[in-house]
């Protein structure tokens, strides 16, 4: 978007934008979401940032009105496979507090000078810049939605000191974080503290994101859940199509384990998705938030991507019916591949039944959500214990066993901060992975929105199930780069079930 699109956008005061871009006013000296409700500004005093950081780094504070910090991140990390996305997809999952600029850097195969200067070129602030933006809005979201401890709340927004807390606070808000918190809107469900150090029994935050919102992903998640792992319930009041959703699973972070759920319900006022974990180290929630919303592409525009499909006949009356689709993510990388690995070429159902008695070599986990037992087996787990646990044709228990032999001795890794190109790279030599792997690796993993399956059963399901497209391409190209997103659609009419059957 050029400026004056911008402009128009902020003038407009569309909510579409909001975390795509943020604006800064020279004569207030702050910086605002595209939908703050306040007076238009005149152009000459207005200059757009493509991160707050950027705005930070420039001498502007937050508008104590619109808060441009509690908005959804901006889509553009997924879509962008530079450098720069890629490193704001790290560094939103914590890595530089836990690895330092240099691990950061090292990641993407850059010195952290080169690092330092790519970024500021392309955002306009450089690699701690950006992370302490990140911290900041991850301290604002727990200062509003919990009663933890403002020490608490700082470690577990990733600051070193609480020094370094109140500064930044001071800083991007100018307010004091207990003014931050007794200001902000505070959730419903405020829950007890914990004993320093460590997170309440439960924390319960509202997870903000761009409407609409299909709460079709809890179904994709339901079905492919693992018992003892993961858990997914539906309680239907008559009040909605859908009615209320949770998804709740273990999962291994940084520091340690931990399980969370997250609910929609569709009667709630205001933000009807919230995300409650459970026995999660403070250090651990930064992760744990953006995993989460990587999980269930809370980030996304829906709006353009349905714009966007809706150009193609053969899916304009499938958005219509379905506005808001979103691309499941993943919250562990090397645990997705062992899935997609499981699951290529047999049916949901099959692969889940294998991951089931897969399931058994994964360590036991206890007080976290009822019904909820074990963690995912890890790389090394399954080396040991796969030929055992696994059942099928022997040419797949061995690749499968060999992938997670390379993890687990580090010879393969892959993450949230590889390209398509550099995820080939690593996976394709595996025996047993191929195209279709690869593919649904990048979809759920690097969040990539442009991925189509096109030698997915399911898919050609889906073709037949939807209106011809003459002239139009196989491959979808007309809706790029959103054809991930026309995969999820092809899926979902797969499986809707004729009339009468």
């Known amino acids: 978007m050029d400026f004056w699109q911008r402009y128009r956008a902020i003038d407009a005061r569309d909510t579409r934008f909001d975390g795509q871009f943020f604006t800064a006013v020279s004569s207030t000296g ?18 757009f940032y493509e991160t707050s950081a950027a705005a930070h780094q420039a001498g502007y504070r937050a508008c104590k009105r619109c808060v441009p910090e509690a908005v959804p991140g901006t889509p553009a990390w997924n879509i962008r496979s530079d450098v720069a996305g890629r490193a704001m997809r790290l560094i939103n999952d914590g890595v530089i507090t836990r ?24 955002l306009g602030a450089g ?20 009663d933890m401890l403002l020490a608490d709340v700082a470690f577990a927004s990733g600051f070193n000191s609480v020094r370094q807390f109140n500064d930044t606070i001071g800083e991007v808000f100018a307010m004091t974080p207990t003014a931050v918190r007794d200001t902000g809107v505070k959730s419903d469900n405020r829950r007890a503290t914990g004993a320093a150090g460590q997170a309440p029994a439960a924390l319960t935050l509202n997870l903000p994101y761009r409407e609409p919102f299909d709460p ?37 972070l940084p520091q340690g384990s931990a399980a969370f759920s997250v609910s929609y319900n569709p009667s709630a006022a205001g933000k009807p998705l919230q995300l409650t974990a459970t026995a999660v180290d403070l250090h651990d929630l ?12 809370l980030d996304a525009d829906p709006q353009a991507v349905d ?29 997705l591949l062992i ?71 580090g010879t393969l890794d892959f993450g949230y901060g590889d390209d398509l190109s550099g995820l080939e790279r690593k996976l394709l030599p595996l025996p047993g992975v191929g195209p279709w792997t690869v593919g649904y690796v990048a979809m759920r993993v690097l969040g990539a929105p442009d991925v189509f399956l096109a ?30 997103y026309a995969t999820m659609h092809l899926w979902r009419a797969a499986a809707v079930k004729p009339k009468g059957k």
């Not at 910086?31 to 005149?42: G, L, N, V, W």
């Open 99 to 122: 690895e330092g600029v240099d691990g950061l850097a090292h990641r993407l195969g850059y010195s952290a000078r080169q690092l330092n200067r790519i970024l500021s070129n392309e």
């Open 286 to 297: 930064p992760a744990l938030l953006s995993r989460v919303r990587r999980l269930f592409d």
């Open 127 to 146: 690699p701690l810049s950006l992370a302490r933006a990140s911290r900041a809005q991850t301290a604002r979201t727990l200062l509003v939605s919990t």
């Open 339 to 409: 899935r997609a690995m499981i699951g290529q070429q047999i049916t949901v159902a099959a692969a889940r039944t294998a991951l089931t008695q897969l399931s058994a070599a994964g360590s036991r986990l206890d007080g976290a959500i009822t019904g909820l037992e074990r963690l995912f087996p890890t790389a090394a787990e399954l080396a040991e214990h796969g030929r055992e646990l696994l059942r099928g044709p022997q040419r797949r228990i061995d690749s499968i066993v060999a992938a997670a032999e390379a993890m687990a001795s």
């Open 307 to 335: 714009h966007g499909l809706a150009s193609d006949p053969r899916l304009t009356a499938s958005v219509g019916a379905i506005p808001g689709i979103r691309v499941p993510g993943a919250v562990d990388p090397h645990e």
């Open 455 to 484: 030698n997915d059963a399911a898919v050609r399901n889906g073709l037949k199930a939807l209106p011809t497209g003459k002239g139009l391409s196989a491959d979808f190209r007309e809706v790029s780069p959103w054809r991930s």
């Open 30 to 47: 702050i910086y605002c979401r595209p939908s703050c409700p306040a007076r238009t500004p005149k152009a000459v005093n207005v200059t």
């Open 216 to 252: 079709g992903i809890f179904d994709f998640l339901a079905v492919r859940a693992v018992p003892g792992i993961e858990a997914a319930s539906t309680s239907t009041d008559g009040a909605d199509a859908y009615g209320s959703r949770t998804y709740a699973r273990t999962l291994r």
